[in-house]
């Protein structure tokens, strides 16, 4: 009778190789075999955009800030810290015209900083409402599975990036009111504002412009709205693109994000390709005592 020997880590790798399965292919959709959908926004995230950035960033961001742009040109304490703004600035070289500049700008930001809190709700969602936003407008179920891929896999908005977005659009801001200032004058500038607040405010909602010869409040308003329109257009289009692009800088820079080393990357596939052989080398060794006797019969 054929002695029976006793199967080696050797010969059990080999083995494990010859008869082990093909690995079968990935299951689950693939970047190539996404509908066409997936390569651009869908109909739902671009209504989630437009809902998301001009409306809380732009109309809410636009009516918040009225009171604040009042307040800060014709209210008392609004002069008061006009006059102390150009005190302290006025060592750096900055004129009345322009500390005036610096605390409008900064008021008129506050109401954008407040409807902040609904744009970081909505990104916080957005998956969820991108998909329901779909659904109702009729999207097809393989794009709906695509979309959601997609949006699941873009980088998240974090209170960093929507803060940074912001700052830059003070300084955005603040640049554009003073290059307007210097291109116009502030003559020009001021029969600017004049002109928006009669023909596009006062006018369509037939109001008088000036009682007594003072001006109204609703023509205050609308001066301060034909800056505030300005400043609105200028931080939202800046906060929806400044904070996709400090959202995917902070998400290249967390440590959950970092490339595999080279050593890694070549060890892997490696790795992977012998794990089948490894499981029937310790389903051998499991039996030494089995094998032992059999050699032995």
């Known amino acids: 009778m ?158 960093a990036s929507l803060s940074k977005s912001r700052l830059i659009a003070w300084a955005a801001v603040f640049a554009s009111l003073r290059g307007a200032a210097h291109v116009l004058g502030k003559e020009r500038f001021d029969r600017f504002e004049e002109a928006f607040a009669t023909h596009a405010v006062c006018g369509p909602l037939r109001r008088a412009t000036h009682v007594n010869g003072k001006e109204t409040t609703l023509f205050k308003l609308g001066r301060i709205g034909a800056t505030d329109g300005f400043a609105t257009a200028a931080a939202a289009g800046l906060l929806y ?10 998400e290249e820079d967390s440590p959950a994000k970092l490339p595999l080393s080279a050593a890694a990357k070549e060890a892997k596939p490696h790795a992977d390709r012998f794990t089948p052989a490894l499981s029937h080398i310790e389903m051998a060794s499991r039996k030494p005592a089995e094998n032992n006797e059999l050699a032995s019969f």
């Open 241 to 250: 693109v400044g904070s996709r692009v400090f959202a995917e800088k902070i």
């Open 2 to 159: 054929r002695e029976l020997r006793p199967v080696s880590a050797e010969n059990a790798s080999i083995q494990a190789q010859e008869h082990s399965p093909a690995p079968s292919p990935n299951i689950g959709p693939k970047a190539e075999n996404l509908p066409s959908s997936a390569s651009g926004e869908s109909r739902g995230e671009k209504l989630f955009d437009w809902l998301t950035y001009g409306g809380f960033a732009g109309v809410a961001t636009f009516l918040l800030s009225l009171p604040l742009g009042y307040w800060a040109r014709y209210s008392p304490s609004g002069e008061q810290a006009i006059r102390w703004t150009a005190g302290h600035l006025g060592k750096a070289g900055l004129s009345l015209h322009a500390a005036e500049d610096v605390v409008m700008t900064t008021a008129l930001m506050q109401g954008g900083n407040v409807a902040l809190l609904g744009v970081k709700a909505m990104e916080n969602r957005k998956p969820q409402l991108v998909t329901a936003l779909n659904r109702h407008l009729g999207e097809k179920a393989d794009e709906l599975a695509a979309d959601e891929i997609t949006v699941e896999k873009e980088p998240k908005q974090t209170w």
